[in-house]
């Protein structure tokens, strides 16, 4: 075997590494929630999308171990080819009801939710006005279905329109937005795109996987939390971050939800979620259902802690949601602020270029139904201690 072959990988490694871009992963070594244990210390987590603590709440847990007893693990292969367990089929049944939409079909994540929807509606004849900030997963799949990509302005309504009018040259056009901008926290203007799309005959896409469980009433998500039921034709989500599992769905008309079903390539090609995750999820559905405690605190805990961060003097962006950037700009200092917090006890990671804009480098706070009120002080005091030593805030 030539040896010489991949040493550009060590090259290019060494050069993340110069310029402070290698990602060092922290491993936990405690079940994911309010609080973490890494390196044998307890810290209080502000990283996780565990938005309603439900990644180790024991009727989660208890949930995947029956669904363990009574199907096994693993699904076999995929669902075209060894057939469908009937409990995936009650999930899909169970998020359309919860969420108000025709159907709903289920994937191994929220990012092959993306892959195998976008392509599957548009293709090289097609054209896709795709927000300038949205998800890598939005961007790869666009990619991937060969249609002409239009970006607009992030956020931009008038952007959009001057834009729209485009479509007449070709076959069919997508509008796609993230649901929630996951950097920072706000939301897309989903009526203004409803409205756009209705006057140049567009279909709309919303990737609303930090919305779900967490916007609209009782966590039912962003089409339900501006009331355009009918007017989103359909709405990928994943069941990774609020619903506190791993996986992804896709709702909506159930023209799309069909088509899915024979043209959706993850889902053609890619064996389905796991059994525990699909009964955890199930689970999921079921808390959410019977009760808006846990969306309820995850908003209250994120307003005293943005309210808090803004009284201490900290610039949080744009932030609408349960997600505050606390804005810093410089990437050293970001990353420095990470460590000093870590060390009092406070695991909040620095975000720097290429995720963000260069110059906008920030800590990016996730805040959690998870936390106790005495979490979220003890949060704020730290970030007043180390924003004080920093020079941030007086
Ligand atoms: C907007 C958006 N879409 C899709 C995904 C992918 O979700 P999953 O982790 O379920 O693959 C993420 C996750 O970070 C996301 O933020």
Redesign the pocket.
Known sequence: MQTGLLSWIDDELANLESQGLLTNIRTIESPMDGWVTIDDRRVLNFCA?NYLGLANHPRIRAAAKQGIEKYGVGPGAVRTIAGTMSLHLELEERLAAFKGTEACISFQ??????LATVPALVGKEDVIFSDELN?A??IDACRLSRATVIRYAHGDVDDLRAKAPQVKDYRRGLVVT?G?F?MDGDLAPLEGICDVAEESGLLVMV?D??GEGVLGRGGRGIVDHFGLHGLVHVE?G????AFGV???LVAGRKEIVAWLRQRGRPFLFSSAMTVPDVAACIESVSILEESSELVDRLWANAEVFRQGMNDLGFDTGNSETPIVPVMLGDAVLAQRFSRMLFEEGVFAMAIGYPTVPAGAARIRVMNSAAHSTADIEQALTTFEHVGRDLEVVR
């Open positions: 999308n994540s929220g990012f092959s939710a993306n998800h997963s939005i993230d929630v996951s990737d996987a930090h990928v994943t069941l990774s971050k791993v996986g992804g």
